[in-house]
């Protein structure tokens, strides 16, 4: 298990000497078969943390496999650094999966991060597996006007650089921000961002995996050993 760092400095600097590692200029190469939705729900005035882990088949979105931990996060919530928190249970999760999954889908970002070294990517460079993130706001970045219809989109752009796509899932709802995390590109992310989402705004993957931490975290926290909230929060937000 991947060592938490013992300050923010520290922590700033392996997401520079990680980054190195990334890989987002090539597609993908094959489509998946399994496609894995992760995700962590943590404990409002605690740190207490649920880590949850759900692949489904791609073609037919039926669920394979579900995973969920339940933890005490080793660091603090710094924005552009949570990574940190979530990434032991996470891991914990993958580690006990009896299927391997093709790719796995963040909610939180990739490369639209100030460092360039989001979720989706640190989890993907540790893991070694394709990664992509669809956050439900915007972190970095700026974007034009995204159409109104499913499918629709803007480049997310800083300065020259384009970070990910402002895509349109479902017609007149709001976008998601979708960023290539590892080993996948930014057209192959928004491709399957789409595929993944045939009913709702969010991706089925990353929709059950939030419905597994939170029930996850509930189940911690009704049974008494929590660490002192008993409110279920969403992560995924600040990088």
């Known amino acids: 298990m991947t060592a938490v760092p013992g300050s923010e400095d520290e922590a700033v600097a392996v997401q520079l000497a990680l980054r190195e590692r990334v890989v987002t200029d090539v597609p993908l190469g094959r489509e998946p078969r399994l496609v894995a939705g992760v995700d962590v729900a943590y404990a409002e005035g605690s740190d207490l943390v649920a880590g949850a882990v759900v692949v489904l088949e791609y073609d037919t979105l039926t669920v394979v496999e579900k995973v969920t931990v339940t933890g005490v996060a080793g660091f603090p919530y710094v924005p552009g650094l949570l ?35 989001g979720l989706a990517s640190h989890l993907g460079v540790l893991t070694g597996i394709a990664a992509f993130g669809v956050g439900k706001t915007a972190f970095i970045g700026s974007y034009g006007e995204v159409g109104a219809e499913r499918g629709s989109w803007a480049a997310l752009v800083e300065g020259h650089e384009t970070l990910g796509r402002v895509l349109r899932t479902q017609k007149n709802v709001k976008p998601v921000f979708v960023s290539p995390g590892h080993l996948i590109d930014v057209e192959g992310s928004a491709e399957i961002t789409l595929r993944l989402s045939p009913k709702y705004r969010l991706p089925e993957t990353t929709r059950l995996a939030d419905q597994a931490s939170r029930v996850a975290l509930k189940l911690r926290l009704d049974s008494g050993d929590g660490d002192g909230g008993d409110d279920v929060a969403h992560g995924g937000a600040a990088g």
């Open 83 to 117: 990574a940190f928190r979530e990434i032991p249970v996470l891991q914990e999760a993958l580690a006990m999966l009896t299927v391997t999954p093709d790719l796995l889908v963040c909610d939180g970002y990739g490369i639209a991060h100030p460092r360039r070294f």
